[in-house]
T-cell receptor
Framework: EPEVTQTPSHQVTQMGQEVILRCVPI?????FYWYRQILGQKVEFLVS????????KSEIFDDQFSVERPDGSNFTLKIRSTKLEDSAMYFC?????????????FGQGTRLTVV | SQQGEEDPQALSIQEGENATMNCSYK?????LQWYRQNSGRGLVHLIL?????REKHSGRLRVTLDTSKKSSSLLITASRAADTASYFC????????????FGKGMKLTVNP
């Protein structure tokens, strides 16, 4: 069964460093997302991406964050200058169509630890 | 606004028993989705129920939706130890939003 894959599974970084989290969505999907889950808290929406551009972003997704789909398969989340509070589990998801009609398929997540 | 709050927050049952989780939401929805998360792992989609549906089944899972009460329930019948996980409801708010708004989740423990 096709699945969303994320790398790395765990990343430790120094505060102020840039990190890039990588995702390979399911190949025929059109909508791509990043969510995060701080330990013990809710899963929070960060950004949605459709037709090679951001379609929606949350208040969390400030200028420190950016997304790219550099080729036909990868979807990346970059955090330019990490803060301690960026420590969380980051999930990539993809949909064949909009979440208003179909479920999202999530990756296993990248655990980001900022020290 | 907050959507999707599960109730209870935690539930511990014996294998073979049924588990019922409730979710309430505040605004109108197109659909409501239930997800499972094993400890430290990704979210796995369980069931999507549309706003014009009242009940849906998938294997041992039964989901109901009451749009007049803005609530949904997930019933797992004949639970197994492998059902031990956190369960979340999530909704895409009406109005064309692409995001899923998740509840805090409910931790289910099924004891062998």
């Amino acid at each position: 069964e096709p699945e969303v894959t994320q790398t790395p599974s765990h990343q430790v970084t120094q505060m102020g460093q840039e990190v890039i989290l990588r995702c390979v969505p399911i190949s025929n999907h059109l909508y791509f997302y990043w969510y995060r889950q701080i330990l013990g808290q809710k899963v929070e929406f960060l950004v949605s991406f459709y037709n090679n551009e951001i379609s929606e972003k949350s208040e969390i997704f400030d200028d420190q964050f950016s997304v790219e789909r550099p080729d036909g398969s990868n979807f990346t989340l970059k955090i330019r200058s990490t803060k301690l509070e960026d420590s969380a589990m980051y999930f990539c998801a993809s949909n064949p169509w909009t979440v208003m009609n179909t479920e999202a398929f999530f990756g296993q997540g990248t655990r980001l630890t900022v020290v | 606004s907050q959507q999707g709050e599960e109730d209870p927050q935690a539930l511990s049952i014996q294998e073979g028993e049924n588990a019922t989780m409730n979710c309430s939401y505040k605004t109108s929805i197109n659909n409501l989705q239930w997800y499972r998360q094993n400890s430290g792992r990704g979210l796995v989609h369980l069931i999507l129920i549309r706003s014009n549906e009242r009940e849906k089944h998938s294997g041992r899972l039964r989901v109901t939706l009451d749009t007049s009460k803005k609530s949904s329930s997930l019933l797992i019948t004949a639970s197994r130890a492998a059902d031990t996980a956190s369960y979340f409801c999530a909704t895409p708010p009406q109005g064309g939003s692409e995001k899923l708004v998740f509840g805090k989740g409910m931790k289910l423990t099924v004891n062998p």
